[in-house]
């Protein structure tokens, strides 16, 4: 079992950052990719990014790309989503997601079945 803790949400101005940070426990976290979703009010979760176990891959929403870095530090078990120039469009509560291995479940890392695990989620909020 995998445990996922996100943190760093918040409220932040039009054009702000955040940096997202989800903590895992329970296996060796360089085994498995990770990834990050997120889902407003009234709409369907969406991927946002994904980065392979050792980090050497790293994928992104059409919607984010050039805005937002995901990164991970496998000796703190912890990976990251850095949020620049932030749109209120990118107001949601932002889900942290793991697989079971070191491969995209179906072999796809932009859908929710890809993964295995989730965390409770943080809320992001852009004021316009």
């Known amino acids: 079992q995998v445990q996922l803790v996100e943190s760093g949400g918040g409220l932040v101005q039009a054009g702000g950052s955040l940096r997202l940070s989800c903590a895992a426990s329970?296996?060796?976290?360089?085994?498995?990719?990770m990834g990050w979703f997120r889902q407003a009010p009234g709409k369907e979760r969406e991927f946002v990014s994904a980065?392979?176990?050792?980090?050497?891959?790293?994928y992104y929403a059409d919607s984010v790309k050039g805005r937002f870095t995901t990164s991970r530090d496998n000796s703190k078990n912890t990976v990251y989503l850095q949020m620049n120039s932030l749109k209120p469009e990118d107001t949601a509560v932002y889900y942290c997601?793991?697989?079971?291995?070191?491969?995209?479940?179906?072999?796809?890392?932009?859908?929710?079945?890809?993964?295995?695990?989730w965390g409770q989620g943080t809320q992001v909020t852009v004021s316009s």
């Open positions: 997601a793991a697989t079971s291995g070191r491969s995209w479940t179906g072999g796809v890392y932009d859908r929710r079945q890809a993964y295995n695990y």
């Open positions: 329970g296996r060796t976290f360089s085994n498995y990719n």
């Open positions: 980065i392979t176990w050792s980090g050497g891959a790293t």
